[in-house]
């Protein structure tokens, strides 16, 4: 049973900030989509994005909502998608961080956040980011009635980055809690063939995401899985990769372990080591915009 659905559609009527799927509380899994949609309120229109803008990467994370869908139907599990585009407002940021609501995101402009002042910004962030954020606290909270559930995020990731094919069929993220991202990249690296990155193609220590926000600070088991987005463009890959998945999750969560509240901290709360001063003096180094951009890109 599904509830609290989002339109659906770009220019439909209604539009909720999030979609809630019922199940099993006592599952001891909850699983998460922080970019499961492309969609736009109403109001704002297209934010002056072109259709192909949004089906992209920057719009949303191709393919994690059918298989986030998938997953919790052959699991029981309750889960929370996001309604909206990332390009709207980012669910999967602090609500500090400079990348919550982008002007420009890999080579296109928003004309529509351009202008985005601090009314505008609260705007967003109470009626769609927040409810959002509280819609699986609330989830949290219900399920901790009967044991402490793992969170399992699901993001898509782009094949191609700046010319270059990215190696990984997927990734698994994560900080500083290794009990459910490292068993699953050990079961995955057995299959043959297939290339599972760890911490990649992005780093799990990102100060405020949703991760370290209701896993880190709750004390709760989580990781994120990243699959790279053509492997589940179509209902065949999603099928094939919610098969994957299924088997080896299903071995992982017979862990008792995943179900105790454990504080791990995180690496993004660690001090900045200084650098030592080697002499050289520049603005900005091209490594330096590379991971600026892609930290605007993350999951």
Same mark, same amino acid.
Not at 15 to 21: K, L, R, T
Not at 181 to 207: C, M, Q, T, W
Not at 240 to 258: G, H, Y
């Given at each position: ?5 989002? #339109? ?28 499961? #949609? ?40 309750p889960a929370v998608?996001? +309604? ?20 420009? +995101? ?37 399920? =901790?009635?009967?044991?402490? /559930? ?13 010319? +270059? ?6 990734? =698994?993220?994560?900080?500083? &809690?290794?009990? =459910? ?14 290339f599972v990155g ?25 990781? =994120? ?25 299903? &071995?992982?969560?017979? &862990? ?6 454990r504080f791990f901290? +995180? ?6 080591? /200084? ?9 900005? #180094? ?14």
């Amino acid at each position: 049973m599904t509830a609290d659905v989002a #339109s659906g559609t770009r220019h439909g009527e209604s539009f909720n900030s999030h979609e809630i799927i019922d199940g099993d509380k006592g599952a001891g899994l909850i699983l998460l989509c922080d970019h499961a #949609s492309n969609a736009l309120p109403p109001r704002y229109g297209d934010l002056g994005v072109s259709d192909r803008d949004l089906e992209r990467h920057i719009g949303f994370d191709i393919g994690a909502g059918p298989l986030t869908r998938m997953l919790a139907k052959r699991f029981r599990a309750p889960a929370v998608l996001s +309604s909206f585009s990332r390009l709207f407002i980012d669910p999967n940021r602090g609500e500090d961080d400079p990348t919550l609501i982008m002007r420009l +995101s890999d080579g296109s402009i928003i004309p529509g956040n351009a202008r985005v002042d601090e009314l505008e910004r609260e705007r967003r962030l109470n009626r769609y980011y927040r409810p959002y954020h509280r819609a699986i606290e609330d989830m949290i909270d219900e399920c =901790l009635a009967q044991r402490p /559930p793992v969170l399992f995020s699901i993001h898509s990731y782009v094949d191609v980055w700046r010319g +270059s094919q990215r190696p990984w069929h997927c990734g =698994l993220l994560w900080d500083k &809690d290794p009990r =459910l991202a490292v068993p699953l990249i050990e079961r995955l690296r057995h299959e043959p063939g297939l290339f599972v990155g760890d911490n990649e193609p992005y780093k799990g220590s990102l100060k405020n995401d949703t991760m370290y926000r209701h896993g880190t600070c709750r004390g709760l088991a989580h990781g =994120l899985l990243e699959v790279r987005n053509d492997l589940i463009a179509d209902p065949a890959g999603v099928l094939e990769w919610a098969d994957r998945i299924e088997t080896v999750l299903r &071995d992982v969560l017979a &862990d008792d372990a995943l179900y105790e509240v454990r504080f791990f901290g +995180s690496l993004s709360d660690e001090p900045v080591r /200084p650098v030592a001063f080697t002499g050289a003096i520049h603005s900005k #180094s091209d490594e330096d915009t590379d991971n600026g951009q892609q930290h605007a890109n993350r999951a």
